[in-house]
């Protein structure tokens, strides 16, 4: 009889979530790319998001943050 463990996909069993998997190949091909690809990509990894806590359930004044890589 055939074994009965489930196959783990590899980045779960690197210790990754999908989400840093994901972000480690787009990397690597925004990387690869030649320019003037390249320069646009990597103007689109830019992420900007704001964070607002919450108190006595009501909403507090947001944080705009950025979340951008470091070179």
Partial sequence: MASQTAAVPFWRAAGMTYITYSNICANLVR???????????????????????????????????SDTPED
């Fill in 31 to 65: 990387n690869c790319l030649k320019e003037p690809h390249k320069t646009e990509a990597l103007t689109r990894e830019k992420v900007h998001f704001s964070l607002s806590k919450w108190t006595d359930g009501k909403p507090q004044k947001p944080t705009l943050r």
